[in-house]
């Protein structure tokens, strides 16, 4: 029976020694990777934090962001809308008070200025030193034309 003795010894010695080793070896990682791992979390916190402020305010802010959305769409539809019927409604008003428009070309605003730019000067360079003389000449013929608005004070004056 010696030997189980020695056996043991010799098996308490080693484990001693490997549970020893073991001790240190965690004191080593508690002391190393402790405040590493400490460290991660808080950057890892601190850079979710704003998801965290953003989960507990989802309701709001998803009410707030349609609410925006909404407004935008419906706003621009709106005015699309309005400016296509106030367009339409001024050149119907014009053509009603304005018929010499349209015995003209039908009251065709791109026939007008299909017309307009036909009368306007060139801009070739041949003509770069005497441009600013022909436009000022250009502009004197418009000036001198007669322009008939059609509004209702002018037509009143006009027969008095």
């Known amino acids: 029976m010696t030997w189980a003795s020695v056996l043991t010894t010799i098996s308490n010695g080693t484990l001693y020694a490997l549970a020893c080793l073991g001790g240190w070896g965690s004191g080593l990682l508690r002391v190393v990777v402790w405040p590493l791992l400490r460290l991660v979390y808080t950057i890892l916190l601190s ?3 704003p998801w965290q402020l ?4 989802e309701a709001m802010l ?3 962001v349609t609410a925006v959305l909404a407004g935008a769409i419906l706003g621009l539809a709106i005015h699309l809308i309005t400016t296509r019927t106030i367009d339409a409604l ?4 014009e053509s009603i008070w304005n018929p010499a428009s349209r015995r003209r070309g039908g009251g065709s605003r791109g026939r007008r200025l299909l017309e307009a730019v036909k009368g306007a000067p060139s801009y070739s360079p041949s003509h770069s030193v005497s441009s600013d ?4 000449e250009w502009y004197d013929r418009q000036d001198q034309s007669p322009q008939n608005d059609g509004t209702i004070v002018e037509e ?3 027969s008095s």
């Open 47 to 49: 850079l979710l934090l």
């Open 156 to 158: 009143e004056e006009e």
């Open 133 to 136: 003389e022909d436009i000022m």
């Open 90 to 93: 001024y050149r119907w008003v």
């Open 54 to 57: 953003l989960g507990r305010f």
């Open 62 to 64: 998803s009410f707030i």
